[in-house]
T-cell receptor, first 112, second 110 residues
Framework: EAQVTQNPRYLITVTGKKLTVTCSQN?????MSWYRQDPGLGLRQIYY???????DKGDVPEGYKVSRKEKRNFPLILESPSPNQTSLYFC???FGKGDTQYFGPGTRLTVL | SQQGEEDPQALSIQEGENATMNCSYK?????LQWYRQNSGRGLVHLIL?????REKHSGRLRVTLDTSKKSSSLLITASRAADTASYFC??????????FGAGTQVVVTP
């Protein structure tokens, strides 16, 4: 089944404790992206990648890191999480930029 | 700042009625897409319209695009309770950045 998977789905952590949210797609998509969703603000793009080893900042990259060492995986890293990073995070992939995005199920992160 | 802005923020209608929502954006785009999100879940793609297209249909969905006004509309005809969801427009620029609006919450009552 074609899909985007994210793990974990739910995470509660404390300020400053490094964490990684994994994202994997099995559709051989070149474009992958991370978003955060907050009430009243819609989805805001954090980082995107147009291919392996190519990553670019979205609208809200501060406090986040990504890597794209393999085509299928695009992990999101929070080196030192803070409470303002409490949010619902979505990973998405597509064949190319501007194409239909396929979204993962989301990761609900709470930083205490 | 957000590229796409949906209007209205919320819409409540009865089954069988049509629902129309609008999206305005600020800069030149390649494509404009509409997505649906059921509460707290991942977004599902509805329709993509390219900058050189003016109208597109998919089932009960009709999307228009007016690049001179930098706006798009999504019409859902003969709405059903299952159409209850949030609807988002998304635009992409030449560099690959994708921007979503804040969304329109639609409630369809039986």
């Amino acid at each position: 089944e074609a899909q985007v998977t994210q793990n974990p789905r739910y995470l509660i952590t404390v300020t400053g404790k490094k964490l990684t949210v994994t994202c994997s797609q099995n559709m051989n998509h070149e474009y992958m992206s991370w978003y955060r969703q907050d009430p009243g603000l819609g989805l805001r793009q954090i980082y995107y990648s147009m291919n392996v080893e190519v990553t670019d900042k979205g609208d809200v990259p501060e406090g986040y890191k990504v890597s794209r060492k393999e085509k299928r995986n695009f992990p999101l890293i929070l080196e030192s999480p803070s409470p303002n990073q409490t949010s619902l995070y979505f990973c998405a992939s597509s064949f190319g930029k501007g194409d239909t995005q396929y979204f993962g199920p989301g990761t609900r992160l709470t930083v205490l | 700042s957000q590229q796409g802005e949906e209007d209205p923020q919320a819409l409540s209608i009865q089954e069988g009625e049509n629902a129309t929502m609008n999206c305005s954006y600020k800069t030149s785009i390649n494509n404009l897409q509409w997505y649906r999100q059921n509460s707290g879940r991942g977004l599902v793609h509805l329709i993509l319209i390219r900058s050189n297209e003016r109208e597109k249909h998919s089932g009960r969905l009709r999307v228009t695009l007016d690049t001179s006004k930098k706006s798009s509309s999504l019409l859902i005809t003969a709405s059903r309770a299952a159409d209850t969801a949030s609807y988002f427009c998304a635009t992409d620029d030449s560099w690959g950045k994708l921007q979503f609006g804040a969304g329109t919450q639609v409630v369809v009552t039986p």
